[in-house]
């Protein structure tokens, strides 16, 4: 098993009825922003995380598709799950930046998914892609959010 504390708790949460309902709901807290589109986390590993979420009145925008903010906000936390279960204990991450293109209204349930490398976790700047799929698989949103990566004091 692995020393990360995220994925500790993770696979903790996976041994019990609803793990990744309490695992999201958990990891939402830390930023509760994240909660607002009630994401699930559906896989967590070194370097990859993949969430989804639900199409509902709360998410969408005028035109009854899925809000490009409710998308960018299921991207940067899969950004932070991956960063957060990826990084080295000697180094932290701060976020920089995004950039997103938007290429397809969003009209179902979104999956999100965020990756990294073992050449993300060096001092700098490193980028981390990610990609959003409606339900018939079609990416309605990709690019790549920007972490600082340093050295812990």
Avoid at 26 to 36: G, I, S
Avoid at 94 to 117: C, F, H, Q, R, W
Wanted: net charge positive; hydrophobic share 40%.
């Amino acid at each position: 098993m692995t020393d990360n504390y995220l994925l500790r708790l993770y696979k903790k949460c996976l041994k019990y009825p609803g793990g990744r309902w309490l695992f999201s709901t958990m990891f939402a807290r830390k930023a509760p922003y994240f909660a607002t589109i009630k994401p699930r986390i559906q896989v967590l590993e070194p370097n990859f995380c993949q969430l989804t979420f639900k199409k509902r009145k709360a998410v969408q925008n005028h035109i009854g598709t899925v809000h490009a903010i409710a998308v960018c906000n299921g991207m940067e936390m899969a950004m932070g799950a991956v960063a957060e279960a990826s990084i080295p204990k000697h180094l932290r991450w701060l976020p920089k930046g995004m950039n997103v293109e938007y290429l397809a209204k969003t009209t179902s349930d979104v999956t999100i998914e965020a990756k990294a490398s073992e050449q993300t976790w060096h001092p700098g700047d490193q980028l981390i892609e990610v990609v959003a799929r409606r339900a018939d698989d079609t990416v309605v949103a990709k690019g790549h959010i920007t972490i600082y990566v340093s050295n812990k004091k």
